[in-house]
């Protein structure tokens, strides 16, 4: 797993272009389960079932990095992984396992989920999720 000092999972997206390149950097760097699919609803279960990632002292946190380049080039599929990493957060909110997402600007400051653009978008349907190939 890629961690941060703190314990922290780092997914660094940094030269991410595309879904198939985001997807197998989300195999490398969290060292997701063999069951994981390779597309959205199997990240979403792995997000959901953390069974693969031990809890730390202070919970589990999932930073992403390096997120701009991909964001710009894939718009569709960008708003699809925010909606995958708003949902595991929801999923897990106040419960003792809790799981935070932060999603890193390039500037100084640490965004939240919600200054990271990650806060629920209800002008998108159901539809946007199944993104195929």
Known sequence: MTTA????????????????????????????PDWFGRNW???????????????GPAGRELRV????????????????VKDVLRDAETFWRDTD???????VDAGPAEPGLEEAGLEEDTNDGPEDRDVRP
Not at 20 to 31: G, V, Y
Not at 97 to 103: G, I, P, Q
């Open 5 to 32: 000092p703190d314990g922290t999972l780092v997914l660094d997206l940094t030269g991410v272009g595309d879904r198939q390149t985001f997807m197998d950097r989300c195999t490398e760097r969290l060292h997701l």
């Open 41 to 55: 609803d199997a990240l979403a279960d792995c997000l959901t079932d953390l069974s693969w990632w031990p809890t």
């Open 65 to 80: 990095t390096g997120w701009q380049e991909y964001a710009a080039a894939k718009p569709r599929e960008w708003r699809i």
């Open 97 to 103: 396992t809790e799981l935070r997402v932060l999603v």
